[in-house]
């Protein structure tokens, strides 16, 4: 059974970072593509970053140098710096791997508001 738990999510003023993380078990270690989406009040679920298993990434145009995807295969976590926040990253954020899906709709995902 694959698990997927996000954490890191908070209130924070524009301008401002946190660390997202997703502990995962159930995958393949290191061989799935994971990527990070996020779903505001009212619009639709959206890919925000992704990366292979080889350490490829891949950015949604409007997070592109705000953002940065990682992954620890060791300790079977993916991560999201986020960086120069804006009011418009407020949003639910989740995780996912290749062959899931969007998990807006079935995943715990963890809260990120940012105030001006």
């Known amino acids: 059974e694959v698990q997927l738990v996000e954490s890191g999510g908070g209130s924070v003023q524009a301008g401002g970072s946190l660390r997202l993380s997703c502990t995962f078990s159930?995958?393949?270690?290191?061989?799935?593509?994971m990527m990070w989406y996020r779903q505001a009040p009212g619009h639709d679920c959206e890919m925000v970053a992704h990366?292979?298993?080889?350490?490829?990434?891949w950015y949604e145009d409007f997070v592109k140098g705000r953002l940065t995807i990682s992954r620890d295969n060791a300790k079977n976590t993916l991560y999201l710096q986020m960086s120069n926040l804006l009011p418009e990253d407020t949003a639910m954020y989740y995780c996912s791997a290749d062959g899931l899906g969007p998990p807006c709709e079935w995943g715990q995902g963890t809260q990120v508001t940012v105030s001006s």
């Open positions: 990366i292979t298993n080889y350490g490829t990434t």
């Open positions: 159930g995958l393949p270690s290191g061989s799935s593509a």
